[in-house]
T-cell receptor, first 115, second 111 residues
Framework: EPEVTQTPSHQVTQMGQEVILRCVPI?????FYWYRQILGQKVEFLVS????????KSEIFDDQFSVERPDGSNFTLKIRSTKLEDSAMYFC?????????????FGAGTRLSVL | DQQVKQNSPSLSVQEGRISILNCDYT??????FLWYKKYPAEGPTFLISISSIKDKNEDGRFTVFLNKSAKHLSLHIVPSQPGDSAVYFC??????????FGGGTRLMVKP
């Protein structure tokens, strides 16, 4: 069964360093998302991406964050200068079409630990 | 942000009985609702969904009910099985197709 794949499963970094979290969405999907879940808190929307551009972004998604689809398969989230409060699980999701059954399928997540 | 709330952080049910997980929302613009199940160290797994124009959707042991006037939805699992033990998240679709999640309910099904 097709699935969303995220790498690495766990990333440890020093505060101020740049990190890139990688995702391979399901192959025929057109819409891509990043969410995060800080320990003990809700899953929060960060950004959605369609047709090589950002569709929506939340207040969390500030200038330190960027997303890119560098090739036909990968979808990346970059944090330019990590802060302690960026420590969280980051989930990538993808979905096939607009409207109708709007099911977003999630990857297993990357745990980001900022020290 | 309390647009989607799951007021019960945990629920314990005996195997074979019904599990009822509840979710309340405040934004009347949400048009689609989804339930996800999450095991530790895994991402949310889609379970069942319902459009705001319906009041019930059933898939095997899982049924979701939507009461728009009360802005309330519930997930019924019957019969409950030990393998159903997980954290269940309610999510609502809003503008831009982004999902707003509830805080989750940890379901424990005892053998």
């Amino acid at each position: 069964e097709p699935e969303v794949t995220q790498t690495p499963s766990h990333q440890v970094t020093q505060m101020g360093q740049e990190v890139i979290l990688r995702c391979v969405p399901i192959s025929n999907h057109l819409y891509f998302y990043w969410y995060r879940q800080i320990l003990g808190q809700k899953v929060e929307f960060l950004v959605s991406f369609y047709n090589n551009e950002i569709s929506e972004k939340s207040e969390i998604f500030d200038d330190q964050f960027s997303v890119e689809r560098p090739d036909g398969s990968n979808f990346t989230l970059k944090i330019r200068s990590t802060k302690l409060e960026d420590s969280a699980m980051y989930f990538c999701a993808s979905r096939e079409t607009s409207g109708g059954e709007n099911i977003q399928y999630f990857g297993a997540g990357t745990r980001l630990s900022v020290l | 942000d309390q647009q989607v709330k799951q007021n019960s952080p945990s629920l314990s049910v005996q195997e074979g009985r019904i599990s009822i997980l509840n979710c309340d929302y405040t934004n009347s613009m949400f048009d689609y609702f989804l339930w996800y199940k999450k095991y530790p160290a895994e991402g949310p797994t889609f379970l069942i969904s319902i459009s705001s124009i319906k009041d019930k959707n059933e898939d095997g042991r899982f049924t979701v009910f939507l009461n728009k006037s009360a802005k309330h939805l519930s997930l019924h699992i019957v019969p409950s099985q030990p393998g159903d033990s997980a954290v269940y998240f309610c999510a609502a679709r809003g503008a831009g197709n982004m999902l707003t999640f509830g805080g989750g309910t940890r379901l424990m099904v005892k053998p």
